[in-house]
Structure formats: C-alpha cells, structure tokens
C-alpha cells in the first residue's frame, strides 16, 4: 500500500519550516496572528510581516505579503540540515526536470526555491537568523500562545504519485487512510514527531492548512474566544474536537483572507526506525475518533491555491461524510 522510503535520501530535509501567505490587508492579518493565535513579529514593513511561536528561536515560521492576490499561498518551506544539501536538493531537482532556482531572501541563508512533481511550490533552506525564545515570558502572551508551527496539509490529485515523491526524499508514515487498494491519506515526518506534510485528494496541489502546536489544551478553547470577541467568530471552522489519526486535540479556524490554520496540542513521537505506520480504513473512520460530528464541507474542499500553479483533479472526486450529508440522513434512534 505504501510505497518504499529511501532511508539515506540524497539530501536531508530536517523538519517544516515556515510558509509565505500573501494577504489583502497586512494590517488586518497581523492583527489576527498576533491576537487570536498569539504568535510574535519578528520583523516588519509595509509590505510583508515575519512571524514566529513563542518557543521558536528562529526567525520566522510565517510571513504574510501584502498582495492583491490575498488568499493564495505563495511557499511551503522546509529545513536541511546542512547547506551542502542545498546544492544536492539542486542537483535532484534539476536532473528530474523539475524547477529549481536560487534566491536571496531576507533573514535566511542560502535559499532554494524548487516544485514538486505536481507543481507544490517549496522553498528549502539551511540556516535563518534568530530571535530569542518567548515560551517563558509569559507576561507577553496573547491569544492561544501558539509555540511553533508543525505541520502543512495539501490537497493533491493523487496521493500515492506525491507519497512516493516525498518517500523518496526520506519522508516516512506514520500514519494512512486507505479504502479497498486505494491510499487516500498520507501522513509523513522528517522530524521525530508523527507529522510533517500530510496529503489527502482533492484539487490541487492547494494548501489545506498549517498548524501551530499549543502548550495546553484549553488554549485551543482560548484562540476560539479570542476569535468571537475580536470578531473572527465566523472563522472558527471545525472544532474544538480530536483527531481520529494522530489523536490529537484541535480547532480549525480561518484567517481573514480564508487561509486554514489549525491550533493543536502536538502528538506523540516517532523516532525509532522500527516504528510501524498505522493504517486506517476509510470506510471505518471518521476524521474525529469516537464522538463529534463530521466536518462541513468546505473543510474538506476549500483550500488555499498557490500563485500560479494550475490546479488538477483527482481521477476519482473524493466523496467524505460531510455534516451536510450526515443531517440529512436517517440518524439510528
């Protein structure tokens, strides 16, 4: 069902990074990250505002962009873990054919931007400047006090085309849906952790959110109150509830420009080699485990596209249980 990992990819990537959103009104956003999820500005101008977690020294895991195209994505970025990757990860690209070019950008060594073979915009680097870590000042804490940025979740027109990919570059499972011989879920890490980049059919590749772990679970409850009083109350999504795969406790709330962003209470490890992928049979599990309702539709079909990139559908249209389609069926009495 899943396809081979290379063990000793050609370069390593080491974790998520940080991610590029463009947005229609910087100000507004900004106010959003800061408030609702309590994240902190590392640097900014009138065009583009760096943003980090309370327990992350490096110096940015979101940058939002004033852009008339707000609600696209722009990156995804991921670490290496030494700068002579990057010039293997150049090397790999090219020779597959696909993009790769250098760039410069602020606050970052050398950076590499390059696509996956769906089109997914990456941006890889080795080394960013840093700013201290905020997890014990707690006198500056706003919002749900979100510590670090986790994981990306695409929406992509094949799972088992990208799992391959991305196996091929190290990243390994720890957890999948699959129904009947069909993968329709992927769940990868780099990082020790059980998650990285997840992927799960739908048009894309399109960004279906990111993550940002908290200390305590009642933060999540918390980003959900600062969003009603701040008047995002619309936004919060999906949630408080938990997850069936990865068990963990969440909230899905969105941006003012639409982009997804999950708040959660981080998840277990997965660190030793041995450690087996736990499968999940689509017909048998709800994305909650055990109680909630399912997720409105738009959960699972709205995401956020990245500039430029044309969007394909997958063979077979996903067909999940929504809370639309599970209202209007007969409930057991």
Request: hydrophobic share 35%.
């Amino acid at each position: 069902m899943l396809p081979p990992v290379d063990l000793r990819p050609p370069f390593n990537i080491s974790r998520t990074s940080h991610l590029r959103l463009n947005v229609a009104d910087l100000a507004e956003s900004r106010k959003f990250y800061t408030t609702v999820l309590g994240l902190v500005v590392s640097d900014e101008d009138e065009s583009t505002v760096y943003l980090r977690g309370l327990a992350e020294a490096c110096h940015h895991s979101l940058v939002l962009e004033k852009s008339s195209d707000g609600g696209t994505a722009r990156r995804i970025g991921f670490r290496v873990f030494f700068d002579e990757d990057l010039d293997e990860a150049y090397r790999y690209f090219r020779d597959r054919g696909l993009p790769a070019e250098w760039v410069e950008m602020p606050h970052q060594g050398r950076t590499l931007h390059v696509s996956d073979p769906i089109g997914t915009p990456l941006e890889l680097c080795a080394t960013m400047s840093t700013r201290p870590r905020l997890h014990i000042n707690f006198e500056q804490y706003q919002g749900a006090h979100a510590q670090r940025l986790d994981h990306f979740q695409l929406l992509v027109p094949d799972v088992y085309e990208l799992c391959a990919f991305y196996s091929g570059l190290g990243f390994r499972n720890s957890e999948y849906l699959e129904h009947g011989d069909e993968l329709i879920g992927a769940f990868m890490y780099r990082k020790g952790t059980c998650l990285d980049l997840a992927m799960v059919p739908g048009d894309g590749p399109s960004l279906h959110h990111f993550a940002y772990t908290v200390s305590e679970s009642h933060d999540i409850f918390t980003a959900c109150d600062f969003a009603g009083i701040l008047g995002y109350g619309d936004g919060v999504e999906r949630g408080p509830g938990r997850h069936g795969p990865g068990g963990m406790l969440f909230s899905y709330l969105r941006d003012p420009d639409g982009h997804r962003v999950e708040v959660f209470n981080s998840h277990y490890q997965t660190i030793d080699i041995e450690t087996e992928p736990v499968r999940w049979d689509a017909t048998s599990v709800s994305t909650n485990a055990r109680w909630g309702l399912p997720a409105l539709e738009k959960w699972y079909f709205e995401a956020s596209a990245f500039v430029d990139v044309p969007l394909m559908s997958p063979a077979t249209p996903p067909s999940p249980m929504t809370l639309e389609k599970f209202l209007s069926s007969p409930q057991p009495r």
